[in-house]
Every structure is written in C-alpha cells, then in structure tokens.
C-alpha cells in the first residue's frame, strides 16, 4: 500500500540523525536517508520521524539513493 | 543525556531510557479524552493560557510555525488561520495517538490547507537549521527527557529573529495557593482522571510532573544556556503557569 506525502512537508523534512535531505521512497512509504542509511516509515499519511522506528537500509539500497 | 543515568518520571526515579516509553503510555492512555479533560481540570482557563501564547507568538501571514508536543491541535488550529495560505503550520508529537486525534480534529474542521503532521522528537527534530518563525511547546517540555538538548534542537531550525514559545505549568507565586493547588492535584485530579478518563495513574503522573518541572527562573536560565536570548516569562493565574519567551540571536 502506497501512502502520499505532502510536497510542501517533503521540502523542510530532513533525517533527525544526519540532517540530511530525504529520498521519498513512494513503493515502499518510506522517506529515506542515504547518509545515515535510515529509512522512517509513513503511517497513516504521516511521516514518522523517529530513529527508534527507521529500518536500516541495505548496501544494496544504499547504492540505488547515491 | 547519557541512557543509563537517572531521571524523573513524575515522583519515581527511571532509566533515561525508559522515560519516553513511560510517558508515551500514560498519553496512549489519555488521548481520546484529552480535550474533555483539559476542561475539566482547568475549569477551561487553558484556553485563556493558550489564547496569551497566541497573542505573544505575533504569527503573521506568510510565517512558517512549528508546534510540538501540540497534541491535540488547539494552538495548530489558530496559527492556521493566521499565517494563511502562503504560510505553514507544522503540528509535531512524539505520540501517534494524539497526533492522530489531533490531525482528525483540525480536518474535521476544515483546516488542512497549510497544516502539516509529523511524528518527531523533540530533542532531535526533522528539521533543517533556520526553518521556523516560531516555535511553540504547550504543556509538552516537562515530558521530555532531556530538555537542554530539546532547547537546542529547537534553537536550531528557529530562524535568527525567531522566537520560542514554552507554555508550561509553573511555581505558584504564593505558598496559600501551592497549599491548594497541592490539595487539587493529588486529591482531586487522579479522582477526575479515574471517573473521566478512566486512568487514576496518568493524572497522578501529570501532578507529580509538574511539581518535579523547573520553576520560571531555573526554565529562563536553561533557555539562556542553550542560546536563547532576551529570555522573560509571564505567570498566569498566580504562578500556576508560565509563559516563557526567548529569541534566537
């Protein structure tokens, strides 16, 4: 199930642990972060920004964002 | 704020790290019924506290405001009208719950246009640096962990000239009214809060709380320290709460 995400949210969200711009991953309702490799999940149309909730993005992941 | 260490939650003493987790269950608990209690507690005077933090904030149209811990959406509501169409107002918990019923809340009324949701820390918000014209914290600071790092968090994505906004239960200014304020909230208010909201436990949280919270001038210097500038605060209803400003430089 694919979520959307504001654009206007998009543009001034950045990852609490890197402060690094955001890949919004639409497939998977994920926004994530190729510096800190941290993917944080959208439930119910809102972004969770937590770390305690972000998976941890493979290498392989990691290469298709860089 | 290093994870083994000590902290408050209300009376008790827990880990760092299991603070957030104890207090994200007494508002999983409360969320449903959070507004009805605020009436009822406060014999409606939070919606006189919350209309002064409004007034202080001096939100204009165009401006860019972040509330955290705004929970149910009362002061995301006002600041909506307020910046208009050209401006954006973010409501940011730590607890889905409340921003659940919060964001349900604000569309019910018709408010979305310029409204965002967004499930975020405090102490490490998901935002870039010189992002906001304001910043307002209502009744949310005496529940995060470590407030110097929140307060520098927040210092962070303010604009320079910004200002932030923390609403907050207080010291009362006389020893008369502490002695029935103490008599109200752990007698009265885990009463309320068991026939109500059918949780005794949460509202005895929120009266230890607030007592174990730093008083207006020990808040002022934690803002000075982690930046903020011409810091001052406002009592209301005798001391009970406070209303603390300061800018970024």
């Known amino acids: 199930m694919s979520e959307t995400i504001d654009k206007k949210l998009l543009a001034i969200l950045v990852c609490p642990v890197s402060k690094a711009p955001l ?27 937590l770390e305690s909730e972000a998976r941890q993005i493979s290498l392989e992941e990691k290469e298709k964002y860089s | 704020m290093d ?3 000590y902290t408050h939650f209300g009376f008790q003493k827990v880990k760092a790290s299991e603070k957030a987790h104890k207090v994200a269950e007494v508002f999983h608990s409360v969320a449903g019924k959070y507004d009805l209690m605020n009436d009822l507690m406060s014999g409606g005077i939070h919606r006189l506290w919350k ?37 954006t107002v973010v409501l940011a918990d730590i607890n889905n719950a409340m921003l659940r019923v919060g964001r349900d809340k604000l569309l019910d009324r018709g408010l979305s246009q310029n409204l965002e949701f967004v499930q975020a820390d405090a102490q490490y918000l998901p935002f870039p640096d010189n992002t906001f014209d304001c910043i307002t914290i209502a009744f949310g600071l005496r529940n995060v962990t470590d407030k110097d790092l929140a307060l520098r968090s927040m210092l962070r994505v303010l604009k320079p ?4 906004l923390v609403l907050e239960f207080s010291k009362p200014r006389s020893s008369v009214l502490e002695k029935a304020y103490d008599l109200y909230s752990f007698r009265v208010l885990p009463v309320m809060g068991r026939l109500v909201a059918g949780d005794a436990d ?48």
């Not at chain 2, 401006?63 to 169409?85: E, N």
């Not at chain 2, 509202?203 to 001052?232: N, W």
């Open chain 1, 23 to 49: 890949v919004y991953d639409r497939d998977n309702s994920e926004l994530v972060c190729p510096a800190s490799g941290l993917a944080y999940p959208i439930r119910d149309g809102i972004p969770v920004m």
């Open chain 2, 202 to 249: 949460s509202y005895r949280y929120l009266a230890e709380s607030i007592r174990m919270h730093p008083d207006q001038d020990t808040l002022k210097h934690m803002m000075e320290d982690a930046g903020f500038v011409q810091c001052q605060y406002h009592n209301m209803t005798g001391g009970i709460v406070a209303l603390h400003k300061g800018i970024k430089a």
């Open chain 2, 161 to 164: 000239g910004g200002r932030l």
């Open chain 2, 51 to 87: 209309l002064f933090t409004i007034e202080m904030a001096a939100v204009r149209p165009g401006h860019a405001v972040l509330d955290i811990a705004g929970g149910t959406g009362d002061l995301a509501a006002k600041f909506s009208r307020l910046v208009g169409p050209q401006g």
């Open chain 2, 3 to 5: 994870q083994d260490e």
